[in-house]
């Protein structure tokens, strides 16, 4: 295929939400920067075209952003943390939070939970949903709801119940199951590679590391210095690294320390979806002039998704949007309350289309 008709192809979905999926996207160019470095992986037996993946963020990662930037190339996305109870009640909210249509290759939902059985159960209800390739287990949240009652990073203090929540899950289905958790609860009690050591050999079939404590919450610098050395430990388990990548050099400089296998990128991403592409080396979704066609996508796919909130929704990407708005404080006040789209839609050409 000549490269003038796959850009026109690659495209095309731009301004169409309801467009096929089409991953040549998500095949890494050959000759770029980071070639060797991005390239696809196994997840048990799930193949993902490429090892960028979009991170799990609550209130942000939704169907159409999950799709978004599947269609800019990332190669696998994670759901928002599911509760394993809400799942058992057969939640509506949390039912449509996870279901994903998009079909746009690997996709995990995330459960999160502190009882072993609940948690299998959970998992194999989701599995019988047919609606994802993996099952992610949550050992990071970092929020007092969650952790009080013993989940999310709360399990860094209990590895063996880590294991056992493994170990169960792994049992309930035939999907692969894997984990993602922080570098330990606190500056004081750092352990991720015993930790590490303990999920692994419960069976987890791959690993994602947010290369902060819970203490440190969201704030402060990433302390990739504690990613070293896990790669020894996952051997070919997938040792996905994250926390602050937001360029190239970051990927490369990661890899280089880290030997990882994947990069998961979270807040890089909000308001710069085009990130993976840019890492990929597909450069062709990195003109100025379709900032804001992507922009509009976006919003309109999520009123498309959400109705009459996608709006209030679409906030935290506005804002991540605007970013780099000259007058972005005040824009801010100003868009804080709008639930009007077509001002939403206004303020994002006059800030593309003046750059
Ligand atoms: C708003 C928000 C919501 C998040 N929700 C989840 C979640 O549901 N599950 C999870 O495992 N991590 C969650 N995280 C953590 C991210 O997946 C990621 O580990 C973290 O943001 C660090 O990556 P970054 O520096 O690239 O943003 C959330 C982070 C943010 C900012």
């Known amino acids: 295929m000549s490269s ?11 301004g169409n939400p309801s467009a096929e999926f089409d991953s040549s996207s998500q095949r890494p160019v050959e000759g770029s920067k980071l070639a060797g470095i991005i390239k696809p992986i196994k997840i048990g037996n799930v193949q993902l075209p490429n090892n960028l993946v979009l991170a799990p963020m609550a209130g942000v990662t939704d169907g159409s952003f999950r799709q978004l930037c599947a269609r800019l190339g990332a190669g696998y996305s994670v759901s928002e943390l599911a509760s394993c109870k809400a799942l058992q009640m057969k939640s ?10 998009g079909n746009t290759g690997a996709y995990a939902v995330q459960i999160f939970g502190s009882d072993p ?8 209800y989701v599995e019988s949903l047919k609606i994802c390739d993996i099952i992610d287990i949550n050992m990071g949240c970092p929020v ?42 606190t500056e004081n009690s750092i ?22 404590t819970r203490q440190a919450m969201y704030t402060g610098p990433a302390q990739w210095q504690y990613l070293e050395g896990i790669k020894d430990i996952a051997k070919s388990i997938p040792f996905i690294a994250n926390g602050d990548i937001t360029s190239e050099e970051n990927v490369l400089e990661l890899y280089e320390r880290t030997g990882c296998d994947g990069f998961m990128i979270g807040r890089g991403c909000v308001g710069k979806p085009w990130l993976y592409a840019q890492l990929l080396g597909h450069n062709e979704y ?57 001002v939403v839609l206004q ?9």
């Not at 109705?307 to 804002?319: D, E, I, K, N, Q």
């Open 286 to 342: 990195l003109k100025p002039e379709l900032r804001y066609p992507i922009f509009k996508h976006h919003l309109v796919d999520m009123l498309m998704e959400h109705g009459s909130t996608a709006v209030p929704l679409f906030r935290v990407h506005l804002f991540g949007y605007l970013k780099n708005h000259p007058h972005s404080a005040s824009l801010r006040r100003s868009l804080c309350m709008e639930r009007n789209p077509n």
């Open 144 to 185: 007092s709801k969650v952790v009080k009652t013993g989940a999310g990073s709360a399990l860094m203090k209990t590895p063996e119940l880590a294991a056992e929540i493994i170990k169960s899950v792994s049992k309930s289905v035939h999907l692969p199951v894997t984990c993602k958790f922080r570098i330990g609860w």
């Open 92 to 101: 509506t909210q949390t039912l449509e939070m996870i279901r994903f249509e």
């Open 191 to 212: 352990n991720v590679k015993d930790f590490a050591h303990a999920v692994i050999e419960a069976g987890a079939k791959a690993i994602t590391v947010h290369a902060r």
């Open 117 to 124: 059985d609940l948690m299998a159960e959970a998992a194999s």
């Open 4 to 14: 003038s008709s796959l850009d026109f192809q690659s495209l095309s979905w731009i």
């Open 347 to 355: 303020a994002g050409r006059d800030f593309f289309n003046n750059r």
